[in-house]
């Protein structure tokens, strides 16, 4: 990998690819709509001169081709609404892919594991039966499709499987992002599903590692790929070690389907999140075993040190004191 080009940078993924790709010392073009945030991403990672912006709109191929000159790595993080998942997703993918196709690039597609459906394993390998039920899950299966499809035979492809993530870059897009940014300012927050089951999270920089050593790996391309976290842990155990790092006590509410739906009438992305709570009652754990038999070992930050890193990040960020209370 010469010089790669993350799609979507300024997102929770896309910026935690572009400082892992940075910190390594490649080449790399940070493609987003926004100058500003784009901008702001660069000057927090210290502006390196082997990082350069380019603005763009990833739902038109020419801007994305336009921009990738001398890339042969294309980092595909950019998502959509969660609730224009269903019109938007895979007009996005194809825009991505016809630009890495005219380019013949290696692209890396971020996505997560909604197209699963229920849990048939303890731990899911990359083999495990895709049975989507929902709406998301038979739409991120219909996107999978479409990215090994035969059309693009000039660019190679694979598919990196995340499961809920948090870390100093997550944003809304994360369940757990909201929730740990309103402990870090101190304000009554919000948990999305069930608080006491425990449930699997990767620990973006983690993630972020190793995505970059999948991408390095020619033989990695056209297959899926599996990235764990750093084990289990309940909503419960997550909300201490976050308000021990923040110095808050303020309520944590956790929200089911009631709540989400009462939500929605307000924000429609919470009544979209409805649909998707079977994972957090019946949680899915990804196995990592392909990773570490032809990758190398799987990175996972202890949870206690990813949590209290992330909130403290958060408040650098928004120069928040910890308060007690």
């Known amino acids: 990998m010469k010089k790669a080009i993350v799609i979507g940078a300024t997102g929770g993924t896309g910026a935690s690819v572009t400082e892992e790709l940075v910190r390594r010392g490649i080449r790399t073009i940070a493609f987003g709509r926004s100058r500003g945030k784009l901008e702001q991403l660069k000057a927090n990672l210290g502006n390196p001169k082997h990082l350069t912006i380019a603005v763009g709109d990833a739902f038109r191929p020419n801007d994305i081709v336009t921009a990738s000159e001398g890339a042969d790595v294309l980092f595909h993080c950019a998502n959509v609404p969660y609730h224009e998942m269903v019109s938007k997703l895979i007009p996005l993918g194809e825009s991505v892919m016809e630009a890495a196709n005219r380019l013949s690039l290696k692209v890396v597609v971020i996505d997560g594991i909604y197209p699963y459906g229920r849990r048939q394993a303890d731990r899911v390998t990359e083999d495990h039966p895709k049975q989507p039920h929902t709406r998301k899950g038979k739409i991120r299966l219909a996107y999978e499709q479409m990215l090994f499809d035969d059309r693009w035979s000039r660019a190679k492809v694979m598919i990196v499987r995340l499961p809920d993530y948090y870390g100093p870059t997550a944003n809304e897009a994360s369940y757990l992002g909201s929730t740990l940014e309103a402990i870090a300012a101190g304000k009554m927050a919000f948990f999305i599903g069930n608080m006491r089951v425990p449930r699997e999270y990767v620990y973006l920089p983690d993630a972020a590692f190793m995505i970059a050593e999948l991408a390095a790996k020619d033989e990695a391309y056209?297959?899926?790929?599996?990235?764990?976290?750093?084990?289990?842990?309940?909503?419960?155990?997550?909300?201490?070690?976050?308000?021990?790092?923040?110095?808050?006590?303020?309520?944590?509410?956790?929200?089911?389907?009631?709540?989400?739906?009462?939500?929605?009438?307000?924000?429609?992305?919470?009544?979209?999140?409805v649909e998707m709570l079977y994972l957090t009652e019946e949680p899915l754990v990804l196995s990592g075993d392909k990773y570490k038999r032809l990758i190398g070992p799987v990175r996972a930050t202890p949870f206690e040190e990813g949590i209290t890193n992330t909130v403290r990040a958060l408040q650098r960020k928004g120069q928040i004191l910890p308060k007690s209370n």
């Open 222 to 273: 056209g297959e899926n790929w599996h990235i764990p976290g750093a084990g289990l842990i309940s909503g419960r155990e997550i909300v201490r070690m976050a308000r021990q790092a923040s110095g808050s006590s303020k309520p944590v509410i956790p929200l089911g389907r009631g709540g989400l739906s009462l939500l929605g009438m307000a924000v429609p992305v919470m009544k979209e999140v």
